[in-house]
């Protein structure tokens, strides 16, 4: 954030007082319209906010049991690089399908398209080996 604008002015009249915000207030001058030395300090502040979004689903069968369908689509955080992607994943449990596309945002280059069955999908994410201690 950045400050953009700082003024004072009178509490009672609104006049613009040349003072600093740091004066006492038993050492201010009073106002040249009305005596008052009750002020009001303006600070205007601007700064910039990005947003980023994605929609996760997962279709069963009723209320309870194993999903058929994972997916996750929109941007994601890449932690260590910390940069934002486009991601699209699915899947599909029926079928047996794996499909992950990784679409840098800034550049438009694809970083990962895979589209393989779910039982090639192995050393990545979730379907890593742990070591056992």
């Known amino acids: 954030m950045s400050v953009v604008s700082q003024t004072i002015s009178c509490m009672e009249c609104g006049a613009r007082i040349d003072d600093s915000p740091s004066t006492a207030s038993e050492r201010r001058v009073p106002c040249p319209s009305c005596g008052s030395t009750v002020r009001v300090y303006h600070l205007n502040v601007r700064g910039t906010i990005?947003?980023?979004?994605?929609l996760g689903l997962k279709a069963r069968h009723g209320?309870?049991?194993?999903?058929?369908?994972?997916a996750k689509?929109?941007?994601?955080?890449?932690r260590k690089t910390g940069k934002w992607n486009k991601l699209e994943r699915r899947i599909?449990?029926?079928k047996r399908w794996y499909y992950e596309k990784i679409v840098d945002s800034e550049t438009g280059q694809v970083i990962r398209d895979v589209s393989e069955p779910l039982d090639k999908h192995r050393g990545r994410g979730s379907a890593k080996r742990t070591e056992r201690q």
């Open 63 to 70: 209320q309870s049991g194993r999903p058929f369908v994972d």
């Open 73 to 78: 689509m929109g941007d994601d955080l890449f």
């Open 50 to 54: 990005t947003m980023h979004g994605s």
């Open 92 to 94: 599909d449990y029926v």
